[in-house]
């Protein structure tokens, strides 16, 4: 029998435990276990159900709050783990994100996607920009490619900022007051160091394509309108939404996958501090002392603390880890009366531009963005605050991010300064939040090849190839393919989606 040790009980960790429970259960000779610092597993995913002193109760994300239905690996776990059913779409009636600017909300302009702009009235009617900065934007028309690329090359030989690639083709005030918020929020990244060839290479590819980003995406838009006629929602099925959750929150991923995996291979709040290698086996060293063994181990922690733990394994593997920043965020949970929240409710999110120098990242208006999120005559937000270049707001206390919020949402919003919340909760993400800076992929890419050559060894998570939750499980399902055969057990599933599966 063999067995995979696994470090980290995130989804990227619990992805890996749960790939080898399905090989086991097809018949090869092998288990696992997961060791886990916190006393909890789930890592950036965490739910808490608050009761309300009135009745009825809250569903609160204090991490990640959403899947994308565009990849569609969560999907397919939660098909596996029979929990299918349970996932929730976003509201798509409320779907609507309103941008700062000075004292005011602007709705982001219809057409809009990710920073481009498709259609042309909403364009020239929107405040959101000024003139100068509209034309400026148009000129991505005619502005011609920055440079044709070889055949065979990738976004990654072209790599480029966020902030240098949208200033070049629309100008600074695309970045400043879109891009900036909506593209680099949700990386929570400076776009003057975030490499777009790991982030969103789509951009630098249909440069290449159309030679235009507008032309680029109206010809997306239209491809996805021809879907949306092709495949219109089955009669009595879930609406499509892009975002989607779980019944009782996001927790209830790491939740079923560790009940598959089996509660007794999972120990909590047992911290790793050091691997090694002896022979053919790997000894990991908790923080008490004992020792574990396993013939192959996956390191699913974040980057800084991997770093720590390949020290000892392969310094050039640390350090390149080491290169690999990690910015801290929080979220910030309140609940209000809804006579407290005179304002209109049908919209999802705030963003809250860089330009705007408020100690805030974004605002979700959680009850309106999911159905059952807060009790009747309630109203649930939610402030994110931090990334890199905000880290000095989170040394405040508990008490004084939830007053920042507050003062926040009553200056944007208009909820009664009087008024005082229902609840309130606190997560803080300390280096939660993997940065993809230039040349990011180029570090990964050496990374794995290095990694590649020591046999029963790999990494996950969300510090190498996307910070979404599918990309993370996936990655932990790579990793177990990787050490399986470097045991001897060749494992590898069918994952291709398949409609109605
Ligand atoms: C505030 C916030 C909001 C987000 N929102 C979204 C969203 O809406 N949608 C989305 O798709 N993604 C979102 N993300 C990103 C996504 O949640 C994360 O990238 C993903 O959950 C990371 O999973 P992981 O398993 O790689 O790492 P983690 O969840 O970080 O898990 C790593 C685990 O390793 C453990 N560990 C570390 N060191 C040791 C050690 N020495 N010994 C034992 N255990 C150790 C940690 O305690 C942790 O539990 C968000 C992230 C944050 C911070």
């Known amino acids: 029998m063999k067995k995979v040790i696994i470090i980290g009980g995130g989804v990227a960790g619990l992805g890996a435990a749960y790939k080898v429970r399905r090989a086991a259960e097809a018949g090869h000779e092998v288990d696992c276990m997961v060791i886990e610092k916190d006393d909890r597993i789930g890592g950036k995913l965490k739910s808490e159900i ?3 002193p009135d009745g009825g109760e809250y569903i609160v ?21 029979g929990i299918g059913d349970e996932t929730v779409p976003a509201c798509e009636e409320n779907k609507k994100t309103l941008i700062v600017k000075g004292k005011r909300l602007v709705e982001l302009p219809d057409g809009i996607m990710m920073f481009a702009p498709t259609k042309l009235l909403p364009l020239a009617t929107t405040t959101l920009y000024s003139w100068p900065g509209k034309f400026r934007m148009a000129m991505d028309w005619f502005i011609p490619r920055k440079e044709r690329w070889a055949e065979g090359e990738t976004a990654q030989q072209h790599d480029e900022t966020l902030e240098a690639f949208v200033v070049r083709r629309m100008g ?12 680099g929020g949700v990386h929570a990244s400076d776009p003057g160091q975030m490499s777009l060839a790991a982030t969103f290479p789509n951009f630098l590819e249909m440069e290449q394509e159309f030679g235009s980003l507008i032309r680029g995406f109206m010809n997306e838009r239209k491809k996805r309108e021809e879907m949306k006629k092709k ?8 609406p499509w939404a892009f975002f989607n959750t779980f019944h009782r929150g996001m927790q209830d991923l790491p939740n079923a996958m560790a009940e598959a995996v089996g509660r007794d291979r999972i120990r909590t709040g047992a911290a790793v501090t ?18 574990i063994e396993g013939d192959a181990l996956i390191v699913a922690t974040e980057a800084w603390a991997a770093t ?25 949970s309140m609940a209000f009366k809804a006579e407290d929240c005179p304002f209109d409710k049908k919209w999802f999110g705030i963003l809250s531009p860089l330009v705007e120098d408020r100690p805030i990242l974004a605002v979700t208006l959680s009850s309106s963005k999911w159905p059952d999120r807060a009790p009747e005559g309630r109203v649930l937000l939610r402030g994110f ?23 926040q949402l009553i200056d944007l919003l208009g909820v009664r300064a009087e008024a005082e919340p229902v609840f309130s909760r606190v997560y803080r993400w300390n280096g939660g939040m993997p940065q993809y800076t230039l040349g990011h992929l180029d570090r990964v890419d050496e990374i794995e090849r290095r990694t590649a050559e020591i046999a029963s060894l790999a990494l996950a998570g969300g510090a190498f190839r996307g910070v979404g939750v599918p990309n993370c499980i996936e990655s932990g399902e790579r990793a177990v393919t990787k050490v399986l055969a470097d045991v001897g057990i060749t494992y590898d599933e069918d994952t291709t989606p398949r409609r109605g599966r």
């Not at 495949?231 to 879930?238: E, S, V």
């Not at 050091?274 to 020792?291: C, F, S």
């Not at 720590?308 to 910030?332: K, N, Y």
């Not at 605050?385 to 003062?407: C, F, K, M, S, W």
């Open 274 to 291: 050091i691997i090694e290698r002896a022979g053919e086996t790997w000894r990991v060293t908790l923080e008490t002392g004992e020792v």
């Open 385 to 407: 605050i931090g990334g890199p270049q905000n880290q000095h707001l989170l040394e405040a206390t508990d008490e004084e991010l939830v007053e920042t919020i507050r003062q």
């Open 50 to 52: 608050v009761a309300d």
């Open 61 to 81: 994300d204090g991490g990640s709050d959403a899947f994308v239905s565009t990849k569609p690996t969560v999907a397919r776990i939660a098909r596996m783990l």
């Open 308 to 332: 720590r733990l390949m020290r000892d394994v392969d310094d050039a593997i640390a350090d390149l880890l080491a290169e690999i920043p990690c910015s801290s965020s929080a979220t910030v």
């Open 172 to 183: 600074r005030e695309a970045l400043d007051r879109v891009a900036e918020p909506l593209v």
């Open 231 to 238: 495949f219109p929602p089955k009669p009595g099925a879930k």
